[in-house]
């Protein structure tokens, strides 16, 4: 599996533990509107455009009720179709994202920082936030493409791989076991860790050391550092960090280089977050 889709196949849907399954005789649950937000789930890069009975399939979701979240879509203006077989999401479906987006309080002060980073190191930076296994961009500044994937606001990665991710698991209060249990190591590269016992050991060593370095384990040729954005109560509630390609700066010098700047950007962003 290509990592950087990974969440073109992977989903979630009704089956696997959004929706119905998820809620079992919750009477409070408003199931049409779990189901319209499988629905909109089931759109990705890969599958931009799907029929009734795509998603259906892909849901869980009985065709006749896909058919009616689809037709509530499109007259809300979510959703359209140009042959009448094959639906799509429109533009507007954004302003949902938005609306979280928006309500970031430090969203505000973030790009100019972000960019004032980017110009003066002339390297790509973002803030993600933790969301169940993955972390989620809400931020980014990039200067060039330098992983295979095309890095936006909105896209996803598995925080246990991410050097952003390590650090928003470090800075948590949780049980880092039950976590650890739900990784996969899958070996993305050969510089990928492998064991729970070994990720373990370098979470509690970024833990100690307040920042985390992620040396080509998810993508050969890809170096990135972050620190975590700490809330008043002492967790992490975002991260920033620098990602560089492994033959413009060593590990070192990305250290030197970079981690006063992201501590000093770190630190201006907890400030709206107190």
């Known amino acids: ?9 992977d989903t979630p849907t009704v089956r696997g533990g959004f929706g119905e399954g998820a809620v079992p005789g919750d009477p409070s649950i408003m199931m049409s509107l779990v189901r319209g937000l499988a629905v ?7 599958n931009s455009a799907m029929t009734i009975s795509q998603i259906s399939h892909k849901t869980g979701i009985p065709r006749a009720a896909v058919r009616r979240c689809l037709y509530t879509l499109r007259a809300l203006g979510f959703a359209d179709t140009d042959d009448g077989r094959r639906y799509a999401l429109r533009p507007k479906i954004l302003s949902l994202g938005h609306a979280y987006l928006s309500s970031i309080p430090f969203a505000a002060a973030a790009e100019p920082l972000l960019r004032a980073i980017s110009d003066d190191l002339k390297e790509s930076s973002s803030i993600a936030v933790l969301d169940g296994d993955d972390i989620v961009y809400t931020a980014r500044a990039s200067v060039s493409r330098i992983m295979a994937i095309d890095l936006q606001v909105g896209s996803r990665l598995p925080a246990a791989f991410t050097s ?12 880092l076991g039950e976590r650890l249990g739900r ?5 993305l590269t050969p510089r990928t860790i492998r064991d729970a016992a070994a990720l373990a050991a370098e979470i509690a060593r970024v833990r100690q050391q307040g920042y985390s370095v992620v040396d080509e384990e998810l993508e050969i040729g890809l170096r990135s550092i972050a620190v975590p954005i700490m809330a008043a109560d002492g967790t992490a509630c975002a991260a920033i960090n620098v990602g560089v ?3 413009r700066m060593s590990r070192d010098e990305l250290v030197q280089r970079t981690l006063p700047r992201l501590k000093v950007a770190a630190e201006e962003l907890a400030y709206c977050v107190r």
């Open 183 to 187: 990784v996969a190591f899958t070996p």
């Open 1 to 9: 599996m290509d990592l950087h889709e990974r969440d073109d196949d």
């Open 164 to 175: 952003m991710g390590r650090v928003l698991i470090a800075f948590r209060n949780e049980d």
């Open 40 to 46: 909109i789930q089931a759109f990705s890069r890969r």
């Open 245 to 247: 390609h492994a033959s």
